[in-house]
């Protein structure tokens, strides 16, 4: 909750899912320019350090986690019967509160 910038109060009585989701993407784009700013230094002083002859080292080399994306899983195929099922659940449930 700290590195989203909410306090506890905050996070569990006011965020909702999409707002969650946001934070969580404002963190990453924050923790992947953390990570480049860390990475020049060492980038540029292989680069100070190299000679002519040398290949040039990529920034990214310094940036294990740059560029990398999660797989997403593939979604799971619903059978027609799973949906009854789940549509009978919500129908249950709205009936025995309403």
């Not at 986690?65 to 797989?71: I, L, P």
Request: glycine fraction near 4%; charged fraction near 25%; aromatic fraction near 12%.
């Amino acid at each position: 909750m700290y590195d989203l910038g909410l306090s506890s109060e905050q996070f569990w009585e006011e965020t909702t899912p999409p707002q969650f989701s946001a934070l969580c993407r404002r963190l990453d784009v924050r923790l992947r320019q953390k990570e480049l700013w860390a990475a020049i230094t060492p980038h540029t002083l292989v680069q100070i350090n190299s000679t002519s002859d040398s290949p040039s080292v990529p920034l990214s080399t310094f940036m294990p986690f740059y560029g990398e994306k999660e797989e997403e899983p593939a979604p799971k195929e619903i059978t027609q019967d799973e949906i009854a099922a789940k549509l009978a659940f919500l129908f249950r449930y709205s009936e025995d509160r309403g």
